[in-house]
C-alpha cells in the first residue's frame, strides 16, 4: 500500500475491512533495519481474525516515503520507537511509530502522522475526523453531532467535536482568505453561460458574548447581539419546477460574514464568479429595503437588475393601510386591490396614488409619511410583472438561509464567540460551495 498524496486519506480505515468489524487490529509502521535506506514499510499484524489474510496483503506492501518531514523534506535523526492509538472508522489502531527530530526547524514529531495531518495530542484517524466535521455541519447542535456520530459507530463527545471545529474551521478560514487573494475561476467553464444569475443578501441577529460575559460584576454587557450578513448566488438553470408550483434549487452557493458588509460583498463575488458572473446573460439582486444591501449591490454589482422583494413591499402597503383605516376589515379591502395591481404591472399609477394620499394629524401621519417615501425610493425596483417572466421577485432563497442559520446559532442557552461562530461558518461554507474536498487535502 502507497501512503502518498489523497491515498493517505482514509487508508488506515480501509485497512481494518481485513478483519472482523470488531477485532482490534495491531498496526506496526517502522524503517526496515536491513535497508541502507531506511525506506517506511507497513507491516500488518493481527490481534484477532486471519493471520493469513493480513501476512498475504504484507508481502506486496511497498516502501513509503514517510521517513521525510512533508514540511522540510528532510530525514528524521535521532529516531526512537513510540506507540500510539487512532480511533477510525472501523475500530482503535494501534500505531508503533518512529519519531525524530527534523533537521530543518528542529521540531521532534513523526513525519508519517504529520502527512496524514494528525497533531500528537489527536486520537482521530483523517477519515474519522472529515467524517465527524460534516457530521457537525449537518446537525444543529455539537450535541446532537456527538449523538449521530455515536449512532454510527464512532462514540464521541460533544466537547472533543467542538475542538475539532475550532482547528479544522480555522484551516478552512485559512483557504477562504487564500481563495480571496486570487482570481475566481469559473467551476464548470465548458457548460453555457447562465441566462440570469441570482445575488440575494440579507442579515439576522445572533447572540454573542460579551466583553463582561467572565465577569459578573463587570458593568460591561454580559452578552451582545450582532447581525451575522449572509449572501446566496445561484444559476436561474438550477430551479427545478415541483408540484406545488414553488420550485428547488438543486445547486447554490452560500456566504457568510459578521462584519463590514464589504467584505461580504467579497466573499460573495467570488462564488458568484466561480458561478459564472463573468459570463452571464444577465445579473439580478432581490434584497428587502435594507439600505446597506441596496449601497452594497450599488457598489459591487452596478450592472445587475435591482428588485424589492415582492413580500416586504407589499408589507408596507399593509403598514400604509393600517394608518389610514383603524378598522381592520377597511384596512383589508384597502389593501388588497392595490396589492394585485402592484403585483400585475400597474406601479406607476398606484405609487402615483399613494403619492396624492394626505397624511391624517398625529402619530397615523407620520407612518404614512415613512411608507409614502419608502415606496417613492424603491420605485425603480417595483416592475413585478415584467422581472417575475424571467427569474424570482422575492428573496425567500436567502430568507430560508437566515432561518436555517437562526436554527443552528439561536438556540437556547447559545452565546457565540467571534472565532467560534467564524470557524463553524467557513466549515459549513466549505460543504455548501465546493471546497470540501479541497479542505481535506494534506
Same mark, same amino acid.
Given at each position: 500500500?502507497?501512503?502518498?498524496?489523497?491515498?493517505?486519506?482514509?487508508?488506515?480505515?480501509?485497512?481494518?475491512?481485513?478483519?472482523?468489524?470488531?477485532?482490534?487490529?495491531?498496526?506496526?509502521?517502522?524503517?526496515?533495519?536491513?535497508?541502507?535506506?531506511?525506506?517506511?514499510?507497513?507491516?500488518?499484524? #493481527?490481534?484477532?481474525?486471519?493471520?493469513?489474510?493480513?501476512?498475504?496483503?504484507?508481502?506486496?506492501?511497498? @516502501?513509503?516515503?514517510?521517513?521525510?518531514?512533508?514540511?522540510?523534506?528532510?530525514?528524521?535523526?535521532?529516531?526512537?520507537?513510540?506507540?500510539?492509538?487512532?480511533?477510525?472508522?472501523?475500530?482503535?489502531?494501534?500505531?508503533?511509530?518512529?519519531?525524530?527530530?527534523?533537521?530543518?526547524?528542529?521540531?521532534?514529531?513523526?513525519?508519517?502522522?504529520?502527512?496524514?495531518? +494528525?497533531?500528537?495530542?489527536?486520537?482521530? @484517524?483523517?477519515?474519522?475526523?472529515?467524517?465527524?466535521?460534516?457530521?457537525?455541519?449537518?446537525?444543529?447542535?455539537?450535541?446532537?453531532?456527538?449523538?449521530?456520530?455515536?449512532?454510527?459507530?464512532?462514540?464521541?463527545?460533544?466537547?472533543?467535536?467542538?475542538?475539532? +471545529?475550532?482547528?479544522?474551521?480555522?484551516? !478552512?478560514?485559512?483557504?477562504?482568505? #487564500?481563495?480571496?487573494?486570487?482570481?475566481?475561476?469559473?467551476?464548470?467553464?465548458?457548460?453555457?453561460?447562465?441566462?440570469?444569475?441570482?445575488?440575494?443578501?440579507?442579515?439576522?441577529?445572533?447572540?454573542?458574548?460579551?466583553?463582561?460575559?467572565?465577569?459578573?460584576?463587570?458593568?460591561?454587557?454580559?452578552?451582545?447581539?450582532?447581525? $451575522?450578513?449572509?449572501?446566496?448566488?445561484?444559476?436561474?438553470?438550477?430551479?427545478?419546477?415541483?408540484?406545488?408550483?414553488?420550485?428547488?434549487?438543486?445547486?447554490?452557493?452560500?456566504?457568510?460574514?459578521?462584519?463590514?458588509?464589504?467584505?461580504?460583498?467579497?466573499?460573495?463575488?467570488?462564488?458568484?464568479?466561480?458561478?459564472?458572473?463573468?459570463?452571464?446573460?444577465?445579473?439580478?439582486?432581490?434584497?428587502?429595503?435594507?439600505?446597506?444591501?441596496?449601497?452594497?449591490?450599488?457598489?459591487?454589482?452596478?450592472? *445587475?437588475?435591482?428588485?424589492?422583494?415582492?413580500?416586504?413591499?407589499?408589507?408596507?402597503?399593509?403598514?400604509?393601510?393600517?394608518?389610514?383605516?383603524?378598522?381592520?376589515?377597511?384596512?383589508? #379591502?384597502?389593501?388588497?386591490?392595490?396589492?394585485?395591481?402592484?403585483?400585475?404591472?400597474?406601479?406607476?399609477?398606484?405609487?402615483?396614488?399613494?403619492?396624492?394620499?394626505? *397624511?391624517?394629524?398625529?402619530? *397615523?401621519? #407620520?407612518? +404614512?409619511?415613512?411608507?409614502?417615501?419608502? $415606496?417613492?425610493?424603491?420605485?425603480?425596483?417595483?416592475?413585478?410583472?415584467?422581472?417575475?417572466?424571467?427569474?424570482?421577485?422575492?428573496?425567500?432563497?436567502?430568507?430560508?438561509?437566515?432561518?436555517?442559520?437562526?436554527?443552528?446559532?439561536?438556540?437556547?442557552?447559545?452565546?457565540?464567540?467571534?472565532?467560534?461562530?467564524?470557524?463553524?461558518?467557513?466549515?459549513?461554507? !466549505?460543504?455548501?460551495?465546493?471546497?470540501? @474536498?479541497?479542505?481535506?487535502?494534506?
Amino acid at each position: 500500500m502507497i501512503l502518498e498524496g489523497e491515498q493517505t486519506e482514509s487508508r488506515v480505515d480501509h485497512i481494518l475491512c481485513l478483519a472482523p468489524r470488531r477485532n482490534h487490529l495491531l498496526l506496526r509502521l517502522g524503517p526496515c533495519p536491513a535497508s541502507k535506506s531506511s525506506n517506511w514499510k507497513w507491516r500488518l499484524k #493481527a490481534v484477532n481474525g486471519c493471520a493469513n489474510a493480513s501476512r498475504n496483503v504484507s508481502n506486496n506492501s511497498p @516502501t513509503n516515503t514517510a521517513r521525510f518531514f512533508p514540511h522540510s523534506g528532510q530525514r528524521l535523526r535521532t529516531r526512537q520507537r513510540r506507540p500510539k492509538t487512532l480511533r477510525s472508522l472501523y475500530g482503535p489502531i494501534e500505531l508503533q511509530l518512529w519519531e525524530g527530530r527534523d533537521p530543518g526547524d528542529g521540531h521532534w514529531g513523526c513525519p508519517l502522522l504529520e502527512n496524514w495531518d +494528525v497533531r500528537p495530542h489527536q486520537q482521530f @484517524t483523517p477519515a474519522a475526523r472529515r467524517r465527524l466535521a460534516f457530521t457537525v455541519t449537518a446537525t444543529a447542535t455539537y450535541a446532537d453531532a456527538a449523538a449521530v456520530a455515536t449512532e454510527w459507530g464512532l462514540p464521541v463527545e460533544d466537547a472533543t467535536l467542538h475542538s475539532l +471545529v475550532q482547528r479544522v474551521g480555522a484551516r !478552512a478560514e485559512a483557504q477562504t482568505q #487564500a481563495r480571496l487573494a486570487q482570481p475566481a475561476v469559473e467551476r464548470e467553464p465548458q457548460r453555457a453561460p447562465t441566462q440570469l444569475l441570482n445575488l440575494m443578501i440579507d442579515g439576522c441577529q445572533i447572540r454573542f458574548r460579551g466583553p463582561g460575559w467572565s465577569h459578573p460584576h463587570s458593568s460591561q454587557p454580559h452578552v451582545e447581539w450582532h447581525e $451575522l450578513k449572509l449572501g446566496v448566488c445561484y444559476r436561474q438553470e438550477s430551479v427545478s419546477p415541483a408540484a406545488n408550483g414553488r420550485g428547488g434549487l438543486s445547486d447554490k452557493r452560500l456566504v457568510s460574514w459578521r462584519g463590514e458588509a464589504m467584505e461580504l460583498g467579497r466573499r460573495l463575488h467570488w462564488e458568484a464568479q466561480a458561478e459564472g458572473l463573468g459570463r452571464a446573460r444577465r445579473v439580478r439582486t432581490v434584497n428587502d429595503g435594507a439600505p446597506w444591501i441596496w449601497s452594497l449591490v450599488t457598489d459591487r454589482w452596478p450592472q *445587475a437588475e435591482q428588485v424589492l422583494d415582492f413580500y416586504h413591499g407589499s408589507s408596507h402597503l399593509h403598514a400604509l393601510a393600517e394608518a389610514l383605516h383603524a378598522d381592520e376589515a377597511a384596512a383589508s #379591502a384597502w389593501v388588497k386591490p392595490r396589492r394585485r395591481r402592484l403585483r400585475h404591472g400597474h406601479a406607476g399609477k398606484l405609487l402615483a396614488e399613494v403619492r396624492a394620499l394626505k *397624511a391624517p394629524a398625529g402619530q *397615523a401621519g #407620520a407612518i +404614512v409619511q415613512r411608507e409614502q417615501n419608502y $415606496l417613492a425610493g424603491h420605485a425603480h425596483r417595483m416592475s413585478y410583472r415584467e422581472l417575475a417572466r424571467s427569474g424570482p421577485i422575492g428573496s425567500g432563497t436567502v430568507e430560508s438561509a437566515c432561518r436555517s442559520r437562526q436554527c443552528r446559532f439561536k438556540r437556547p442557552g447559545q452565546f457565540w464567540t467571534e472565532t467560534g461562530l467564524r470557524h463553524l461558518c467557513a466549515l459549513q461554507e !466549505a460543504r455548501c460551495n465546493h471546497h470540501w @474536498t479541497e479542505l481535506w487535502k494534506s
